[in-house]
């Protein structure tokens, strides 16, 4: 599976589960583009990959804004003259009881999760639609999109609209030969790992917590030219978490 030359845009690429990402994608030859609303956290991802000879470009954007998207898919394009792969991975959660759930929270987390991946993936697609061999879009979803918690509804309703829109897309897109698919992860560690329990490690028929190059890895499997036989589909990285039966002693 070779990216290189390929120019892949990651959003919300400044820490966790994106900057793992778009690491990966520097790491396979591929010119990265950072896409973070956080100038610092994006900057310092796009100072990584230099250092380790790569090409990345950093791009202020904020994914709830229609104009800033536009913004991030010409500059993209104009730059490397194409663009192969969107990662959807920008997103945030609020997680407090529905009573007090403001309106204005539940709109900034539908915004942010979900009309973000509409919006990037139609700008994206008209530029992948002129590619000979079309073009890969992931959007990362949760496993919250199928089972939760309590006081986690914005977030729960926008991983499961990431899991939908994501079929839609593959249809839709279809005859421009771009695949679409989506990804949920499960627990993804992102800060200390070394401070997890054999408990929180336990709870995983894998026997251990995801880090964010499993996300990676699958991103990199769902976006190569060779796996143009997969698309609509919902890839769950959880490390057989949802999968397990779990009992209360």
């Not at 759930?101 to 139609?122: C, K, Y």
């Not at 593959?170 to 698919?181: P, Q």
């Not at 060779?226 to 769950?236: A, C, Q, R, S, W």
Request: hydrophobic fraction near 40%.
């Amino acid at each position: 599976m070779s990216f290189t030359n390929k120019t892949v845009i990651v959003t919300g690429a400044g820490k966790g589960i994106g900057k793992g990402i778009a690491l990966s994608y520097a790491d396979k030859g591929a010119h990265v583009v950072v896409a973070e609303v956080d100038e610092k956290a994006g900057a310092e991802t796009v100072r990584i990959i230099k250092e380790q000879g790569r090409d990345a470009l950093f791009i202020q954007t904020d994914v709830r804004n229609e104009a800033d998207i536009v913004h991030l898919m010409e500059t993209a394009f104009h730059t490397y003259g194409r663009i192969d792969i969107l990662i959807n991975n920008a997103g945030k959660g609020v997680f407090k009881s529905l009573f007090d759930l403001s309106i204005e929270e539940w709109d900034d987390v539908i915004q942010t999760n979900l009309r973000s991946v509409f919006l990037g993936s139609r700008e994206a697609a008209k530029f992948m639609r002129q590619n000979e061999g079309g073009g890969a879009i992931v959007n990362i979803a949760s496993t919250r999109a199928i089972m939760s918690e309590p006081n986690s509804e914005s977030y729960a309703a926008t991983k499961g609209g990431i899991v939908a829109i994501t079929h839609a897309l593959a249809a839709s897109l279809s005859n421009d030969r771009i695949m679409v698919n989506a990804i949920s992860p499960g627990w993804i560690e992102t800060d200390d790992y070394s401070k997890l329990s054999q408990t929180d490690h336990a709870q995983h028929l894998s026997k251990r917590v995801g880090k964010p190059e499993d996300i990676a890895r699958a991103c990199l499997y769902l976006t190569a030219k060779e796996n143009d036989f997969v698309t609509g589909i919902n890839l769950v990285v959880d490390g057989g978490m949802t999968r397990k039966m779990i009992y209360e002693e």
